[in-house]
């Protein structure tokens, strides 16, 4: 599991280091000139003779990327440093111009005074770009002179390859939001510990390739964000036994679909059955299509372990809304996970346990929010999505999986997770039913467990979500997918994660 953890965890990591005199930014800038160097390599075939701009801030973070412009310049790199700021650290910069790197500074009063071109000239002339503007103690994203720097580089041609330090400047550390200008790393070298901004969206899609320089930090406590691995969902996953039988695989019933929207019912139902649950019953208006599609269903009332409501159920479709309340407040009421898309998200009462997983996207997350009174717009969503999945999570109790091309699961005790397994193709048409299929599937074989530990439901939507990327991928690796496609690559993706 790649855990990530917030500023604050990472200071309280570094402060006894600090004060026993370990050279932390040291080990830093030695395993940041390595990546650079091992980047040059790889996209010119050698390190010496290339040319790098250094973007320095004011803080240890600048101080971080002058020491491993030294480090660069004494390898034959011609390195240049622009000064964002009429504060950065000494050492630093002492260690830079030893090295015989040049040092151009740009602030406000000199940019006013030409100092720009010779910056644009380097920019332009560059191969490499450090952003060391800002670090972990940044906030309010990149102003001024610094905000100039970034759009300077943004806009060369060719753009020369970014390497962001630490992470990537103007982005929020702890919520992963993007706060005004943000220089899109093809890198970032992290150091000690992954940021939450490295992994949640929207900040996560500005970093690049993600390499950590271990400098021998202890971190301890709950990761403030995690991602899962193929090995953590094989640990997860219900794997039945030689003598179980279909009821002990877990039942799963579905009110999904309607007679406008039957795709729907027969995408959940196949999300399921081919993630590996015993039986499917289905409730509904589209049972026909449901049982041509797949006629090992059963369809009418009995026994379930786990729910899954909600998606295909038109507005308009009083009596499939009516079985999907009674699923809803059934599972709600007793040991029955429940899945919550779409249709049914308006039908949510007030409170319910977290063994309730609402999966939305941006837009029915907002309009879920406005009716409980919160002032949100889809956008509002798209620009931060952890902190309003969790506002929905302290608002109804359930756990709550926002859906996005980095899927964000939020449940209770700080669960937090952030997935981002599948191909850009999986957005499309039904990709949504077809989770909600197997995350149902995953709860019913679970059921029991997931009621008694009321973080468990949040790994497992996590884990739903990591075999729901993989098999889009998995579909037809590098190409365009449809929801079906997805759903029949699913039982050779969990066979490899369950023998891994």
């Known amino acids: 599991m790649l855990h990530s953890w917030d500023a604050a965890a990472v200071r309280a990591a570094e402060e006894p280091l600090l004060t026993a005199g370990v050279p932390l930014m040291a080990r830093a800038s030695f395993g940041l000139a390595a990546h650079v160097a091992r980047a040059l390599r790889d996209r010119r075939g050698r390190v010496g003779g290339a040319r790098a701009v250094l973007l320095v801030g004011s803080g240890n973070n600048g101080g971080d990327t002058l020491h491993a412009g030294a480090l660069l310049a004494r390898r034959g790199v011609a390195v240049t440093a622009v000064l964002a700021s009429g504060r950065v650290h000494g050492d630093g910069l002492a260690a830079l111009r030893a090295a015989h790197g040049r040092v151009l500074t740009l602030d406000d009063a000199s940019e006013r005074h030409g100092v720009a071109a010779p910056v644009a000239a380097a920019v332009a002339a560059a191969d490499v770009v450090l952003d060391g503007l800002l670090g972990i103690g940044g906030r309010g994203g990149v102003r001024g002179a610094g905000a100039r720097l970034v759009d300077l580089v943004a806009a060369a041609d060719p753009r020369p390859l970014v390497v962001a330090v630490d992470l990537p400047s103007g982005?929020?550390?702890d919520d992963g939001t993007r706060t005004g200008a943000v220089l899109d790393a093809d890198l970032t070298v992290t150091f000690g510990g992954h940021k939450p901004a490295l992994l949640l969206p929207p900040a996560s899609a500005a970093a690049g390739r993600v390499e950590l320089v271990d400098i021998g930090l202890r971190l301890t406590g709950a990761p403030a964000v995690a991602r899962l691995e193929d090995h953590d969902v094989a640990a997860l996953w219900p794997v039945p036994g030689r003598a179980v039988h279909k009821y002990g695989r877990g039942v799963l019933g579905v009110v999904t679909g309607s007679g406008h929207y039957p795709g729907a019912a027969v995408l959940s139902v196949a999300g399921a059955l081919r993630t590996g649950v015993g039986m499917v019953r289905y409730r509904g208006s589209a049972g026909a299509q449901v049982l041509a599609a797949h006629p090992e269903v059963v369809e009418g009332d009995g026994r379930v372990q786990a729910w899954v409501v909600g998606s295909g159920v038109a507005p308009d479709d009083d009596a499939q809304r009516s079985r999907a309340r009674d699923a809803l407040a059934h599972g709600s009421?007793?040991?029955?996970?429940?899945?919550?898309?779409?249709?049914?998200?308006?039908?949510?009462?007030?409170r319910v346990p977290p063994h309730v997983i609402l999966t939305p996207h941006a837009g029915e997350l907002a309009a879920l929010l406005a009716a409980r009174g919160e002032r949100v717009e889809r956008a509002d969503v798209e620009a931060g999505p952890l902190a309003h999945a969790r506002r929905a999570h302290e608002l109804t109790?359930?756990?709550?999986?926002?859906?996005?091309?980095t899927t964000v699961v939020v449940g209770p005790h700080g669960a937090t997770y952030a997935q981002a397994d599948g191909p850009a193709w999986l957005a499309t048409a039904g990709a949504g039913d077809v989770l909600?299929?197997?995350l149902g599937a995953l709860l019913a074989g679970r059921a029991s467990d997931a009621v008694a530990d009321p973080a468990l439901p949040a790994a497992l939507a996590a884990a739903a979500a990591l075999v729901h990327g993989r098999a889009a991928h998995r579909a037809n690796p590098g190409g365009p997918v449809t929801a079906s496609d997805v759903a029949a690559a699913l039982p050779a993706v969990v066979g490899a994660l369950v023998r891994a």
């Open 171 to 173: 982005v929020g550390v």
């Open 333 to 350: 009421r007793h040991d029955e996970p429940v899945v919550v898309d779409a249709g049914a998200l308006d039908l949510l009462p007030e």
């Open 397 to 405: 109790g359930a756990t709550v999986l926002l859906k996005g091309s």
């Open 436 to 438: 909600g299929g197997v």
